[in-house]
């Protein structure tokens, strides 16, 4: 049964208070420790692609030396096939690690930005004198 604070003793107001100040840092908690499960998704996918780029560039490395062997026992047909692979394996890790690396910076630093300006709000709410 909710009273009407105009009537409610100041025990009754102080009980209310405190239920609610409390309510309130559990739903901030509760929304901080969402922004940070999102966050380290992002830090999850970038630090992939990373990895992704590290794989092409190791690949590229080796069609270089396939590049480089086929060049030296032959003129041209062969190891020019093998140069556009090689230079089509290295843009493709270039292009995966920009890609990672825009996805780390989206991700970084972990902070749960939204729960502190949240916080910052009620704060400023519970002040005495404040008016919404």
């Not at 009273?3 to 509760?30: F, I």
């Not at 970038?46 to 003129?75: N, Q």
């Not at 140069?83 to 780390?104: D, E, N, P, Q, S």
Request: proline share 5%; charged share 15%; hydrophobic share 55%.
């Amino acid at each position: 049964m909710t009273q009407d604070p105009a009537t409610a003793s100041t025990g009754e107001l102080l009980g209310r208070l405190s239920e609610d100040v409390s309510q309130l840092v559990r739903d901030e908690l509760r929304l901080a420790q969402a922004e940070m499960s999102q966050k380290a998704k992002g830090a999850g996918a970038g630090a992939g692609l990373f990895g992704a780029a590290a794989v092409l560039a190791w690949f590229g490395v080796g069609a270089l030396v396939v590049t480089i062997g086929l060049a030296l026992a032959l003129v041209l047909d062969g190891w020019l096939a093998a140069l556009i692979v090689t230079v089509a394996l290295f843009v493709a890790a270039g292009v995966a690690a920009l890609v990672g690396k825009r996805a780390l910076a989206r991700a970084v630093p972990p902070t749960p930005d939204r729960a502190v300006e949240n916080l910052g709000r009620d704060a400023q709410a519970l002040r005495p004198g404040h008016r919404p």
